[in-house]
């Protein structure tokens, strides 16, 4: 099929599943709310565009900046300077505007300057001034420095720089958000605001390329955090105790040049990442002082010392480094044992539904077995703090306007990918055609989340609808039909693959369960009251749900525990959900950030479901949190439950009543059903259960770097 045919098709698969979505929405939710999820999501769709001063809009000259004062730094900041005064002054100035919440101070070492810095700088509150008897060099003047800090860390930051806010605070959460980590580079930027560099790519000749250089900063590319081969000199954070450890800047390379380059090295020689943080943006002004003329002064240095630096590292660049030529984006990332492509329908959202939690989970897994992941949502949207978490996280996001021609996209990426993770039959099915176009080497895995058809289905029958019933029929075979042509798919339960082994016989089918973490029980019985019920309110079922406990079977309840009250707690919950607070003993939430105080602080959460497919992930939040659960028995299909044992199980109004009932008042019930759902949890929830899962799937893929020259070996 020719490429625009195929792009046609696109166009129209997915216009076309947009419009059943629509109209989906309208008889399940209403016109209300689907207007206004639709007008959501036209306003998210591009990158925040920022909003920082340029460079060099600073005070006058002659205006000195003030630096706190501070006896217990966590960072130490080191400048090395020689001459360039104007420069080193708008430096602090910035420093002393960033407004971090880092406590740091400020060593200035000048390396024998012949112009005002000696008479000026030690006139500045604050700053610790610090004048080579000779000159060192740079490497020793940054030596020098970092023989006086007194912080945690070490921040080596060039004079010819400016810092924009919140620079100081990314560069050190980095090492507490990620594991491994041996040093931390900014993202650097021309005073014009082009790219100069978001971290370094070292090939195997020794040679270096700044990536991304002269390109634009907030390109998807450049936004997320990497691991590079080294980041420059001009902007990098390290532990103290681990520079002491590596012996500093390397004397070899005086006065300047690959010093930064052969730390890097020396960092991840210790078995430590270096990575690149794209929120802690730093303006540079290359060449302020050395110049950038290679062939004379002390730029010249830069040619001899990538010699040295070769002859050190020649066995380690020749082993896994990419060959000179190597396209940059692919050099960038040229450690990653697979790149992997997720699409899923919007950007997960972990803490308003369970399938985005296992998402996000996925991912960090993938991350973690040293894959390269890229996202995408199909509506290509910048999803402001929920997308900046994923690239914290280390996955590269794509959105518009970046993310422009779709079928443009994989044609000129396609090939990249050995995998590629579609979610959600309707977003999976539209995508396929692209796939085996575009990436034919890549093996296409379609994520279930759950069933839709086996959901709509019983929604169908409990509504009694036959309008339902074909429309679950008309999802039934587009699901199985995508399931057929798709090398693997992914299901949650046991029982959904058991469905598709007499439904889909021939059908490559794995599980890949809800992924949760385990805080565990925080406080005993005698310490918490009332029930809980978390729910999503774009999932129909938690609607029907909600509705169902308030009016059926809490007046029941509540004429043996009159005191007690529901807690319904949940995003997007239409007017039929917020006005079931009215009713005596529930308190209506909506949306809550931190669930914690009702995981730790309510008796027992409820799930009342009466129709729904796939594992349930309010479920496994509780039981990850010691809180005993009382469910239908669709919530809990799929499990590995023991009613009565991890869990109490009632279907009808007056036993679901009754359940509870016995539970609230039993506080050695309430004790095994808590201790046996951690261990559930533990089981078959847990990161490293899901771990052993992955690892079981990946290794049932073809071994795709031997089969896909585009992609075996990078470069060469």
């Known amino acids: 099929m020719s490429d625009a045919r195929v792009e046609l098709t696109f166009r129209l698969r997915r216009t076309r599943n947009l419009l059943q979505r629509g109209l989906t929405s309208l008889r399940v939710r209403g016109l209300r709310h689907t207007l206004r999820r639709t007008l959501q999501e036209l306003r998210a769709g591009t990158a925040p565009t920022p909003t920082l001063p340029p460079p060099g809009e600073q005070p006058a000259a002659a205006t000195l900046p003030q630096l706190p004062e501070c006896n217990a730094p966590q960072a130490s900041i080191v400048i090395p300077v020689y001459n360039q005064l104007g420069h080193t002054l708008d430096c602090l100035r910035s420093l002393a505007a960033c407004g971090d919440r880092t406590p740091f ?38 030596n020098a420095g970092a023989a006086l800090a007194r912080g945690e860390y070490l921040v080596f930051l060039n004079n010819d720089t400016q810092v924009r806010p919140g620079w100081l605070d990314a560069l050190l959460d980095t090492f507490a958000q990620h594991e491994r980590v041996g040093l931390v580079g900014s993202k650097l930027v021309y005073p014009d605001g082009r790219l100069q560099e978001a971290g370094g790519i070292v090939f195997a000749d020794g040679s270096g390329w700044n990536y991304g250089r002269f390109d634009d900063p907030d390109d998807p590319r450049y936004s997320f955090v990497r691991e590079a081969d080294y980041c420059s000199g001009a902007a990098i954070a390290i532990p103290r105790a681990l520079f002491d450890e590596l012996g500093g800047f390397d004397g ?53 010392n990538q010699r040295k630096f070769l002859a050190r590292w020649q066995t380690t660049l020749s082993a ?21 492509l997720i699409v899923d329908a919007c950007t997960p959202t972990p803490d308003r539904d369970s399938g985005s939690l296992r998402m996000l989970n996925l991912m960090r897994l993938l991350l973690d077995e040293g894959c390269a992941v890229t996202f995408f949502a199909d509506n290509r949207a910048h999803d402001g703090a929920y ?9 590269e996001v794509w959105y518009r306007p970046f993310l422009g021609n779709i079928a443009r996209w994989f044609a000129e990426r396609g090939s990249r990918f050995d995998l590629v993770i579609a979610s959600r039959h309707y977003v999976a099915r539209t995508y396929l055609p692209l796939v085996r176009q575009f990436a034919p080497q890549a093996r296409f895995v379609f994520d ?3 069933l839709h058809y086996l959901r709509e289905r019983r929604e169908a029958e409990l509504a009694r609808s036959p309008v339902m019933a074909r429309n679950a029929e008309a999802t039934r075979e587009k699901e199985l039909r995508l399931i057929r042509e798709s090398d693997l798919t992914l299901v949650v339960s046991p029982m959904e693959r058991e469905i598709l ?22 406080r005993p019985f005698a ?7 978390v729910g999503g309110y774009r999932h129909p079922p938690n609607v029907d749900a909600a509705r169902w406990f308030v009016k059926q079977v809490l007046p029941l309840l509540r004429a043996h525990l009159p005191d007690v009250r529901v807690h319904l707690i949940g995003a997007d919950a239409p007017e039929s959900v917020r006005i079931l607070g009215d009713h005596p003993g529930v308190v209506f939430h909506g949306y809550v950030r931190d669930l914690d105080p009702y995981m730790d602080g ?19 939040l509780s039981m990850a949190h010691g809180q005993p659960v009382v469910a239908t028995s669709c919530a809990v299909e799929g499990m590995h439950l023991r009613p009565g044992e991890d869990v109490l199980v009632a279907d009808s109004p007056e036993a679901f009543a009754d359940a509870i009932v016995r539970l609230y008042g039993d506080p050695a019930l309430w004790q095994r059903l808590s201790d046996n759902g951690i261990e559930n949890v533990r089981r078959h929830f847990s990161f490293d259960a899901a771990r052993d899962a992955l690892r079981r799937i990946m290794g049932s893929l073809a071994p795709v770097r031997g089969e896909n020259p585009a992609t075996d070996r990078v470069g060469g």
């Open 252 to 304: 070899h390379y005086a006065p300047a040049y690959y010093e930064d380059t052969d730390l890097a090295m020396q960092v991840r020689a210790r078995g430590l990442r270096v990575l690149y943080q794209p929120k802690s943006v730093v303006a540079h002004c290359e060449g302020v002082t050395a110049g950038t003329d290679t062939r004379q002064g002390v730029k010249a240095y830069q040619v001899a």
């Open 501 to 522: 082994a007499r439904e889909a016989p021939g059908a490559r089918v794995d599980v890949l369960s809800n992924v949760h973490a385990i805080p565990g029980r925080r």
């Open 448 to 450: 279930t989340v759950d």
């Open 387 to 395: 997308t900046q978490a994923l690239q914290q996280l280390g996955v």
């Open 527 to 533: 310490e918490r009251r009332d029930l809980v019920f």
């Open 320 to 340: 896994g480094h990419a060959a000179p030529g190597t396209p940059a984006e692919l050099a960038a990332r040229h450690r990653a044992q697979r790149r992997v």
């Open 602 to 620: 309510c008796r027992i959460a409820i799930a009342p479901l009466r129709y729904g497919a796939g594992v349930k992930g309010k479920v496994n």
């Open 105 to 142: 101070e400020v060593i200035v070492v000048d390396d024998g300057s012949s112009d005002d810095t000696a008479t000026t700088l030690p006139q500045i509150p604050g700053l610790r001034f610090h004048r080579n008897p000779r000159n060192l060099g740079f490497i020793g003047a940054c």
